[in-house]
C-alpha cells in the first residue's frame, strides 16, 4: 500500500482507517490478524532516509465495518453499533517489535478508536518506535462520560508507564 510512496519527499502524514468486526462470529482474537500485517506493512517506512521529514501516523480503528463505503468517512461524525458479545473482550496483538524499532521517521502518532483494550494492545508497538515524540489518543464518542473519563485517566497512566518519559502524551475525547 505504502511502497512507492514511502520516498516521497513531500509526504509528510499516513492516515490508515482500520474496521475491525464487532459480529459475533468473529471473535477479538482473529480481527487482530490483520491489523498486525497492516503494521508490519509499514516497514517500507523504514528505508526513508534521514533527511526527508518525519511523518505523523494517524491511525482510526474502526469497530464495525457495517456501514456503507459510499460514505466519506469521518471519525468524529460516525454512529456507531457495539455488540456486547465481545466489549470486554482483549484483542490479541503480535504486530513486530522490531519492524516498529526500524521506524525511525514516525514522530507522531494520532490514534482514534472506542476501544481501550486495542490501545492497551497497541502501546508496546507504539513505544518501539524509536523516534517517537508525541502519542495523541483520543475516545471516540458513543459511551457515558463517566465511563470515558474513568477509560481515559486509566489510558493516560498505563501509557506514561509504558513509553518513554519524553514523549508528549495526550489523552482525550473526540469532539
Known sequence: MLHGLHLAPNLEKIV???FI???ARAPAASTSIPLDAMLDDLQCLAERPENLERLT????LYCDPSLPPKRSFSARALTWRRQKS???KAPMFSPSLAIAAS???IQTVVLNTRSASMVQA???WLAALPALDELEVFVLRGRTE???AAEME?????AREVLRGEIHLRVGRSK
Open 57 to 60: 501516523l494517524t491511525l482510526t
Open 146 to 148: 463517566v465511563s470515558e
Open 122 to 124: 497497541l502501546l508496546p
Open 86 to 88: 465481545i466489549q470486554n
Open 16 to 18: 490508515l482507517h482500520f
Open 21 to 23: 468486526s464487532s459480529s
Open 154 to 158: 486509566m489510558l493516560e497512566k498505563e
Open 103 to 105: 521506524l525511525e521517521c
